[in-house]
């Protein structure tokens, strides 16, 4: 899975949650409370996003970020992660 | 002295009073003093005679947060009862008719409360659900039941098992609520709805109050004997602290 791949399901669940959001206008250096998002909208996101991806990452860890490039680096780091955790014998 | 957490004060309409949960700071999350104030607001309420109808009021973006993190501790714990309990019967046991303006969120024991009104209304933007088992522990505060005073079992399944906070649009054309409008309009919705029942006769909404939640307050026992014995299993699990942990990780 690549990075844009990563950031589609993002995007694809921010629009979900936000009403009016065009998801071809969506700048990712911004955080998502500046895209429309309140603190609930975040949370369903970002379940969202980590189950449609298949993984896990503790409230602690996405506590720390400020962007949505910021949250897309952390889920692809992640998955890559348990891909190659997969693939280990 | 402290601003209090919950107060009440006569409406804008003859008859009606409104009960207001104003913790900023603490999101209207359950803890003993918020049960302790929310008590006396009510108590307050119906010792003003006019009264004939509530209106239940959070804060604009956040109507209750349900139980606070550290009640959640000491339930898992084992050191307290869990006092929340006490503010369905409450609303339940409260004399005229009780309407609930969910203009905020409403989350797990938050949204139960507000279900325990006699009309609900919610906001589209806002985002309601039972996340009890997203902390690994089974639902409280009557949940297992009163999601279907207003939702479809299926669709209150849905909830109880998912743990999914929804929207308030989400519910449009599949729920029972009184209304479904723009936060902004919840309140004066919620005010009018009370003024259209608060000119009728107290005796007659007394009594038609208790007949019409009589079936409520019937389920809510037999569901709090239930939740609480499967909270006795869901909370002795290890699992559960680590996630209600990781659920209030700022």
Redesign the interface.
Known sequence: MTREQVMTVVVKHLAE?V?GLDPANIDASRSMKDLGA?S??I??VV?SSMRELKIKI???EL?KLTNLDGLVDLLFRTVQESQAQAKAP | MSTPLCVFEPGPHEGVGVVRMQDAAGKNAMTERFVHEFVAAFRAAEAWAPLRVLVLQGLP?MFSTGAHVGMLRDLVGGRVAPSDILLPKVVFDCPVPVVAAMEG?A?GGGLALGLCADMVVIA????YGATFMNMGFTPGMGMTRLLTHVLSPALAHELLFTG??K?G?FFDGKSGFNAILPRAEVLPAALDLAARVADKPRVSLEMLKRTLSLPRRQAFEHTHTIESLMHRVSFASPEVLARIE??H??
Do not use: M
């Open positions: 949650a009403d309140n609930l909208d949370v369903e379940s503790p409230r602690s506590a | 973006d969120h989350i589209r933007e806002s985002r999914e906070l929207r649009s990781d659920v990780a700022e």
